[in-house]
């Protein structure tokens, strides 16, 4: 309570009385308990978090598990790779780098929202340059562009966009991000578990609290009221 109130407080930039947040909060809580919602607020170790509702679970569980099997066909991680490791960069050079038509690996990327359209290039024509976006680092799980791994048989300063002195090098890159979306999926997969397994105790722990240390043994307690009566 004492953070949401501080909180509040640097928000509005003036004190919220204690009784004002309670009440909202009684709001909030009967709110989410209707059936329209899949989750509600939970009071759990002193505050309060959005949780999903047990009867929605295992639906959840199933979905976000069919989500991280999903893959990238080969073509779609040849035509990222390229892309990642050279943007900006038009179809036509990623055309000329892979050998085959990619129109279709680049709509469905885009569908994905796993690159974008940076713009235009000043060439003839002037086509449109592509890049990849920030769910492209999240779905490979990296921080920044920086993190790509480097690919050791490639020298960007000996090779050009489409010569035969780097016929391999889209296949090293899709190898690599190949790995790195195997080892984000796994991760997701393990985090989903973990996730489960603690929304699941946490709701347990507080639709059913620990019996009192005094109550505990309830036998103990009759006998020594007995002896005090004798």
Do not use: W
Request: aromatic content about 8%; charged content about 30%; some cysteine.
């Amino acid at each position: 309570m004492d953070e949401i109130r501080q909180t509040l407080s640097e928000m509005f930039e003036a004190e919220v009385p204690e009784e004002d947040i309670l009440g909202a909060l009684e709001v909030l809580l009967a709110k989410y308990e209707a059936e329209e919602y899949s989750f509600q607020i939970y009071k759990i170790g002193g505050g309060y978090q959005f949780l999903t509702k047990p009867a929605y679970q295992s639906s959840l569980s199933i979905f976000l598990k069919q989500k991280s099997k999903k893959r990238l066909s080969t073509s779609a991680l040849e035509t990222v790779a390229i892309i990642a490791y050279k943007q900006p960069i038009t179809k036509t050079e990623i055309e000329q780098i892979r050998g085959v038509n990619c129109d279709y690996a680049i709509q469905k990327l885009l569908e994905k929202e796993l690159v974008e359209i940076k713009g235009k290039s000043d060439g003839v024509g002037r086509p449109i340059l592509y890049g990849t976006s920030n769910k492209f680092m999240e779905y490979f799980g990296i921080n920044s562009m920086a993190d790509l791994p480097t690919l050791k048989d490639y020298i960007t300063s000996t090779n050009t966009i489409g010569e035969e002195s780097d016929p391999d090098f889209h296949n090293q890159a899709a190898e690599q991000l190949a790995e790195m979306e195997e080892k984000n999926l796994v991760d997701e997969a393990n985090l989903i578990e973990e996730s489960e397994d603690s929304s699941t105790d946490e709701i347990s722990a507080t639709n059913n609290p620990e019996p009192d240390q005094e109550n505990e043994n309830p036998e103990q307690s009759n006998d020594e009221e007995s002896n005090r009566g004798e």
